[in-house]
């Protein structure tokens, strides 16, 4: 069990064993005023999140550049127009920006329509800003109604960080009663809870984050947990995308924890880091369709529109 | 090693044998409260999140219990059976055995007597059509039944059931009217995955969102839970779940688990149905008593 099989040898570059994929998302207050509409109007809650472009990117930065290591940030159109220097700094640096939304919005209680709106409007914006069409999108919330993958395909974007279901990369389907898109197979990066940084730290006293409040996690055991984590996925050869914020990870205590796990995830010589792009475009060049009973096929045909008030 | 308690049961099990372990995952999918009301065909992330374990960590699990020659049950609602014939196929052809634990996950207890007669006949069909078996166990999905079901699942030639919480050994559950019984295998919530590692937002789980518990000290509660049950006699099982212990990082949880258990002597590792079978052939006198 500790030999990968031959296919999964081959799965990577270069004889490489496993991808690692840095994530970021640069949402300052946008989600969360999102997520928790009480937070409007408290500066003392908002400044926790507005935190991370303040002082948090940089660590970050300075981190990645240490490490010599490339990540794929996700930014709101909003986010972007608020911080338009900050973004052109992180791109400048030879960072990945991705599309996540205009207002950084929850899909669920968007139309399609709405919600092709909300790509487009971010597209143009992060490509006036950077001066290059992010390739990459991630769902703030993480789902988007049946059509969606039709409106990422003909924006350009070639992959996604934002459903579930696999520890590899596999293909969005077009759903089954629409026409074939255009544009190149769109290519999904499948997310973990237990490779976030939020579920075990986002802490507010009132409004509560989380809603329950839990006491905010050991940082020496959720160091061990994704740890362990990277065993798994080094054992397996499989596809780990790591999903950070900012104003989470980014702090004066935390980045060492950060930098602890990065540098020994790096110090393996049998590990891609890439950016979301990059494997993107591997799993493309070696792939054309999802195995058999892959569960976004099963899902196509059932999967139905958000049910938004009108 | 201490001294048993007071009460420590003797004669629970074959000769040579101190304790019983009958390692059980229970192979939800994306089934439960979301796809009972729909809502789970508008929210692919919660579908996905679900879909992962009977589409890839039941294969880990598979090849752990292969390294280490542990037999297991699994309790498989139909509709993923369905969906994933190759993958359940996969665990009879590797030597474990397979259980009925609803077809989208009902809540038995809510469901009238037709209703849960036509969930199990479902069920039936579908284990006969795609495995060409009929189980002899049952799990109930969520964990509660109703009056009614014991007659239910009898009628329906359940020998077993792995459904209860209060107990730390089998015992016989009788359904008087009729002079039979059941065997029931008790689970315990420390020994469940989702008390301490599972997670999900939209819907939340814990419902506070509190945070997955640490990998190290949920191994050690997991062993103390073991060295006790070995110390005293008993038998335990687990309700694990693919999509939540058998994701890559926590296979390693599972393999120092087992290693830890193999170490030990008279250690009878079973599927439930054979500690069942023990049960009634060796206890038959209790369910008599029971009656």
């Known amino acids: ?310 | 090693m201490q001294t048993t308690t007071g009460d420590a049961p003797q004669g629970l099990w074959p000769k040579g044998i101190r304790s019983s372990v009958a390692l059980a995952f229970d192979v939800d999918g994306p089934t439960g409260g979301a796809m009972l009301d729909g809502s789970i065909w508008r929210n692919p992330s919660f579908f996905t999140l679900g879909a992962y374990g009977p589409w890839r960590a039941v294969g880990y699990l598979l090849d752990l219990l292969a390294d280490h020659r542990m037999p297991a049950t699994f309790f498989v609602p139909t509709w993923v059976l369905e969906t994933w014939p190759k993958q359940m196929r996969a665990i009879v052809d590797r030597g474990h055995e397979i259980g009925y634990h609803g077809h989208r996950h009902e809540a038995f207890w809510q469901l009238t007597r037709e209703r849960q007669q036509e969930v199990m006949a479902q069920s039936l069909a579908l284990f006969r059509r795609h495995l060409g078996l009929v189980p002899t166990g049952f799990r109930t999905p969520s964990g509660d039944w109703g009056d009614d079901t014991i007659e239910i699942l009898l009628d329906a030639g359940v020998r077993y059931s792995s459904s209860m919480r209060g107990d730390d050994r089998p015992y016989f559950i009788a359904h008087a009217a009729s002079g039979r019984s059941l065997v029931e295998i008790p689970g315990r919530w420390e020994l469940d995955d989702y008390a301490s590692l599972a997670y999900q937002r939209n819907p939340d789980y814990p419902a506070g969102l509190d945070r997955i518990a640490s990998y190290d000290t949920t191994f050690d509660n997991w062993r103390r839970e073991f060295d006790g049950s070995h110390r005293d006699g008993l038998c335990m099982t687990t309700l694990f779940h693919p999509k939540v212990s058998g994701k890559p990082g926590r296979i390693l949880l599972l393999e120092r688990l087992l290693e830890h258990m193999r170490a030990q002597e008279g250690v009878w590792f079973a599927r439930c149905g054979e500690i069942a079978d023990w049960w009634r052939e060796r206890h038959a006198a209790d369910a008599e008593a029971t009656r």
């Open chain 1, 1 to 310: 069990m500790n030999a990968p099989s031959a296919a999964a040898h081959a799965r990577w570059p270069e004889g490489r064993r496993m991808a690692l994929v840095v994530t970021i998302d640069l949402f300052d207050d946008a989600a969360i005023l999102v997520q928790e509409p009480r937070m409007q109007g408290r500066a003392k809650s908002l400044s926790v999140w507005q935190y991370g472009t303040k002082r948090c990117v940089d660590r970050l930065l300075a981190l990645f550049d240490e490490l010599g290591l490339r990540a794929s940030w996700f930014v709101p159109g909003t986010v972007a127009l608020g911080h338009a220097p900050l973004v052109r700094r992180i791109h400048a640096a030879g960072h990945e920006i991705g599309n996540a939304s205009f207002g950084c919005e929850n899909f669920d209680l968007l139309h399609l329509e709405q919600q092709h709106r909300s790509l487009l409007a971010a597209q143009e914006t992060l490509a006036g800003i950077t001066g290059e069409a992010p390739l990459g999108f991630r769902s703030p919330f993480g789902n988007w109604a049946p059509g969606f993958t039709r409106s990422l395909r003909e924006a350009g974007i070639a992959w996604s960080s934002s459903w579930r279901g696999d520890d590899l990369p596999y293909f969005h389907p077009v759903h089954p009663l629409l026409p074939p898109a255009a544009g190149a197979p769109l290519v999904e990066l499948p997310l973990h809870y237990e490779l976030e940084d939020e579920p075990y730290f986002s802490f507010n006293l009132f409004p509560p984050v989380p809603v329950g409040q839990p006491r905010i996690a050991s940082y020496r055991e959720v160091l061990g947990n994704w740890r362990q984590d990277f065993a798994g996925f080094h054992r397996f050869g499989l596809c780990l995308p790591l999903r950070l914020h900012p104003e989470i990870v980014g702090t004066a205590g935390r980045i060492d924890m950060l930098r602890e796990f990065l540098s020994d995830v790096l110090s393996h010589a049998d590990v891609w880091p890439a950016t979301g792009r990059e494997v993107a475009a591997w799993w493309r060049s070696r792939h054309a369709a999802n195995e058999p009973g892959h569960p976004v096929d099963v899902l196509a045909p059932l999967h139905q529109p958000p049910a938004v008030a009108p």
